[in-house]
């Protein structure tokens, strides 16, 4: 589990580099594998940071918030599609939905009206509510991505509203107390971070307030340290199933909206912020609140992530704290790739499978299918992306992956019993390519 001594001084050089050029009073960093710490770095004095030091971790609260939302669906409590009216019922931004909001693509303004949410004390969730008018509206959904930080507060009025469950006491019981969390709170408990905006040209400290946001808690109140965070991490990597299915997870973890239109490097899905580093997808959320700032980066196929904390606010901070996650994941990656899964010998697929493998002929193309250990139909074109195909009924397979996700493949016979075609959502493959499809 614990990383190689090369890259562990890698990630540690990285990690001082950052703390000292942005300017951070501490920096703790923590690399997770296989659902456990792998590695911690840790830089700064003020105070001397280490993995059970609580740090505020801001908007990466929202992704506990998304998940709760996907847990009450999976209840069949609500519908993504739902529009917010029918949960608080009279506010007159009402027809969004559900899942505008968790993706950001509402057109909702980012903030609540009033004095700034983070630095100041909360209101309650008719408060909130009661501030809404239709000109918050800023774009009519699915127009732009626009972040809206009112939009958590709202779905964490959702949620209270469908449970009659405080969206804290929600959190603690359906995630936090079964995760093992117990240093991921709702107010600061010792020992904490103190948080800071640093003076731009005499390198001074100003302690900032730790506020109660109230109703706007659910987007970003939170607290939480490397070893916590760290759970979090794993769970978003490979979720335990008694807390939500890995179907919903990689359902989360699906782009409602491209938030980078000119490079398509950065997109979100329902909760969660999606990364793309070369050829890899990375999932996560950054975090920030007067005084703090925090990162979450995951790769969900080698379950993979990093975590980190600054208790400095500011745009040095912040650029290095939210981008050194994914730096020091890319690092980690590439410097240890994961070893392939041992080749072993398969049992011998039944008769009437084992017909179905080998070539086939497409317009001109040439196909190659085979059996998987599962029980899988997979193949395709040499050097293009694998099509899967899963049992459904004798002769009937339902397409798993790419192109043919959800599509159906009839297997046809001659009449001696012999496959002669495989009929794809209409398109017939041939044995050879002169038959006559």
């Known amino acids: 589990m614990a990383l190689l001594p090369e890259t562990a001084r890698q990630v540690d050089l990285l990690v001082a580099r950052a703390q000292a050029e942005g300017r951070g009073p501490s920096l703790a960093l923590g690399v997770v594998r296989d659902g456990g710490l792998a590695h911690v770095a840790l830089a700064g004095e003020q105070p001397r940071p280490d993995a059970d030091l609580q740090y505020r971790i801001g908007s990466i609260s929202k992704t506990m918030t998304a998940v709760l939302v996907m847990q009450q669906r999976d209840a069949g409590r609500l519908a ?10 009279g506010t007159p931004v009402g027809a969004l939905t559900l899942r505008q909001l968790l993706g950001h693509a509402s057109g909702l303004q980012r903030e ?14 008719a408060t909130l509510l009661a501030g809404l008018t239709p000109a918050k509206i800023a774009h ?23 449970t009659g469950t405080p969206w804290a006491d929600l959190l603690r019981e359906r995630l936090l107390e079964p995760l093992g969390m117990r240093r991921t709170t709702y107010h600061p ?24 946001t109230g109703a706007m808690a659910p987007a970003g109140q939170l607290w939480s340290t490397v070893e916590d965070l760290a759970r979090w991490a794993a769970f978003l ?37 999606l990364y793309r580093v070369g050829d890899r997808v990375y999932v996560g959320h950054g975090g920030s609140m007067p005084g703090y ?6 790769h969900r196929p080698t379950r993979t992530a990093v975590v980190d904390y600054a208790n400095s606010y500011g745009l040095r901070a912040g650029h290095h704290v939210v981008g050194l996650a994914r730096d020091i994941l890319t690092l980690v990656l590439d410097a240890e790739p994961a070893a392939p899964a041992p080749w072993r010998p398969a049992e011998a697929p039944p008769a009437d499978l084992a017909e179905l493998t080998g070539r086939w002929w497409w317009m001109g193309g040439e196909y190659e299918f085979r059996i998987d250990p599962a029980g899988d139909l997979v193949g395709g074109q ?13 002769d009937r397979w339902r397409g798993r992956s790419g192109s043919q996700d959800g599509e159906l493949l009839t297997v046809i016979r001659d009449e001696d019993g012999h496959p002669v075609a495989l009929d794809i959502a209409t398109f017939v493959f041939t044995r050879t390519p002169d038959q006559e499809p």
């Open 80 to 89: 993504l599609d739902d529009p917010l009216d029918r949960h608080l019922p």
């Open 112 to 125: 609540p009206d009033g004095l700034w949410w983070e630095r100041a004390a909360g209101a309650d969730l």
């Open 140 to 162: 009519p959904p699915h127009h732009v991505y626009h972040y809206s930080n009112l939009a958590y507060g709202l779905l964490g009025g959702v949620l209270e509203r469908i």
């Open 189 to 212: 408990t010792e020992p904490y971070a103190r948080g800071y905006v640093v003076h731009p040209w005499h390198d001074t400290l100003r302690e900032e307030p730790r506020t109660d």
């Open 237 to 273: 990597a490979d979720p335990a199933p008694d807390l939500l299915a890995p179907a919903t997870l990689t359902e989360m973890c699906a782009p409602v909206v491209i938030s980078d239109l000119d490079a398509w490097t950065g997109g979100h899905g329902l909760g969660v912020e």
């Open 293 to 298: 700032v925090a990162g979450l980066a995951v």
């Open 382 to 394: 040499v050097g293009r992306p694998l099509l899967r195909f899963t049992p459904e009924a004798p």
